[in-house]
């Protein structure tokens, strides 16, 4: 899979995160789950950017934005829901989220961060995924979930250095 990461080119991005929303919207309709109006909210600032967003960003945001008084205990519930349904991915390094680019589909999460501008790029290559787990059959390690996280810099940074 070749596709350059949205994160990696210059693109409409309230299309972007529209898109991501209506991308959402129906999948939560066809897995029969409800797409709350503070879930979407949620998953509406994750996707803001393409850096990772903390749970106590979010809440700042929530109350800032949209004067509503979440307490912690709502944004990490809505973080979970949108995490089991597989519409953002956890970057456990930053203990921070990140808006899922595929999510039509269950896949292992691979990141690429920027350690500067903390941009993250989501890839999605099989055959990371395989050498896992052909690498933990080696020693009969039985793999029940993959998140790679790779840290360096991205083109805009390591130009601008």
């Known amino acids: 899979m070749s596709k350059t990461p949205l994160a990696c080119t210059p693109h409409d991005h309230a299309r972007c995160v529209s898109s991501a929303l209506a991308e959402a919207d129906h999948l939560c309709q066809r897995q029969g789950v409800r797409l709350t109006a503070l879930r979407k909210r949620v998953l509406e ?5 393409h850096r990772p967003l903390g749970a106590y960003d979010i809440l700042a945001a929530l109350s800032e934005q ?5 307490a912690p205990p709502t944004v990490y519930r809505a973080l ?4 089991e ?3 953002v991915h956890r970057i456990a390094s930053l203990n921070a ?3 899922c680019s595929h999510p039509e589909h269950p896949h292992q999460g691979q990141f690429l961060i920027c350690r500067q501008c903390h941009t993250a790029i989501e890839l999605e290559q099989p055959s990371i995924a395989q050498a896992i787990e052909a690498a933990a059959a080696t020693v009969a390690f039985s793999v ?3 998140t790679v996280e790779v840290v360096g810099l991205c083109a805009p940074c390591r130009s601008a250095a």
């Open 45 to 49: 600032l994750v996707w803001q950017s």
């Open 80 to 83: 979970d829901f949108l995490l």
């Open 66 to 70: 949209d004067g509503r008084r979440a």
């Open 144 to 146: 029940e979930a993959q």
């Open 85 to 87: 349904n597989g519409l």
């Open 97 to 99: 989220f990140i808006g």
